[in-house]
């Protein structure tokens, strides 16, 4: 199966609220349409999912009700998820490499609050997608560092370009 480039918008990428937004990258060789309902399905399994504007989980009381532990990491400075979170992620084989928390004497880590950062968003967000499709699924995260020919502090066209047309 070949690859194909996909995009992964962690935070606001509306621009209707707080307008902060990491953008991922990633090669992955399923397609969207699949990556999406695999994430649907994990939420549907496992109870948990990471948006509040639908309902994926499917456990009653939990529809619309963004204060619900269920709804992970959805509303603006929620950096943490609960224990309850942390343990049934630990339960399905979530790994938190890339989240901060206590870590025991020899590095497991201790269910508690789990503590996120964008990176660790975008790591979820693909161990959901994973978790529901079968084992020949395969991503590789995809970085892009460019020298900018203009702005961003460089000594020789350290200029904006086009600030006007925006409103």
């Known amino acids: 199966m070949t690859k194909k480039l996909f995009k992964i918008p962690v935070g606001d990428w509306s621009k209707d609220g707080h307008n902060q937004c990491d953008t991922y990258y990633v090669e992955a060789n399923y397609s969207a349409k699949e990556m999406r309902q695999a994430y649907k399905d994990t939420c549907k399994k496992i109870g948990l999912q990471l948006n509040h504007n639908k309902d994926y989980v499917g456990i009653e009381g939990s529809n619309g009700n963004r204060n619900n532990w269920r709804y992970?990491?959805?509303?603006?400075?929620?950096?943490?998820?609960?224990?309850?979170?942390?343990?049934?992620?630990?339960?399905?084989?979530?790994?938190?490499?890339?989240?901060?928390?206590?870590?025991?004497?020899?590095?497991?880590?201790?269910?508690?609050?789990?503590?996120?950062?964008?990176?660790g968003v975008f790591d979820l967000f693909m161990w959901f997608i994973s978790y529901s499709l079968p084992s020949d699924f395969e991503y590789e995260q995809v970085k892009f560092e460019a020298e900018p020919i203009n702005g961003w502090w460089n000594n020789d066209l350290n200029h904006q370009i086009g600030y006007g047309v925006f409103e």
């Open 72 to 119: 992970l990491l959805t509303e603006y400075e929620e950096s943490s998820i609960s224990e309850e979170a942390v343990e049934i992620l630990l339960e399905h084989g979530f790994e938190f490499a890339r989240v901060d928390g206590k870590r025991d004497e020899i590095d497991r880590f201790v269910i508690q609050e789990a503590y996120f950062d964008s990176e």
